[in-house]
């Protein structure tokens, strides 16, 4: 069964910064498009940040030039570095990979952003 499994999250002050890792196991991660969601408390579950196969990336807007997502095809690892981060960013995240119409998702990742 594949698995992804997220760490990273943690509590951090208004303009800190977090990395998110994403590990996956037991599939091609190269093939997979990966992404990073997040829901935040009330909301529906929003994409933050994808990355094709070929590197191709997308960001929401309310994260471009704050937010970035890259892969490690080498370690099967997905990574969104997180800067700037605001109290409007406390969500919890979660990974997913899709390839073949095929999607899984991680367990999440809590980030709290405050003073």
């Known amino acids: 069964q594949v698995q992804l499994v997220e760490s990273g999250g943690g509590l951090v002050q208004p303009g800190g910064s977090l990395r998110l890792s994403c590990v996956a196991s037991?599939?091609?991660?190269?093939?997979?498009?990966m992404g990073w969601y997040r829901r935040a408390p009330g909301k529906q579950r929003e994409m933050v940040a994808t990355?094709?196969?070929?590197?191709?990336?997308n960001y929401a807007d309310s994260v471009k030039g704050r937010f970035t997502i890259s892969r490690d095809n080498a370690k099967n690892t997905a990574y969104l570095q997180m800067s700037s981060l605001k109290p409007e960013d406390t969500a919890v995240y979660s990974c997913?990979?899709?390839?073949?119409?095929?999607?899984?998702w991680g367990q999440g990742t809590r980030v709290t952003v405050s003073s």
């Open positions: 997913n990979a899709v390839y073949a119409g095929a999607s899984t």
């Open positions: 037991r599939m091609i991660f190269s093939r997979r498009t």
């Open positions: 990355i094709t196969s070929t590197y191709s990336t």
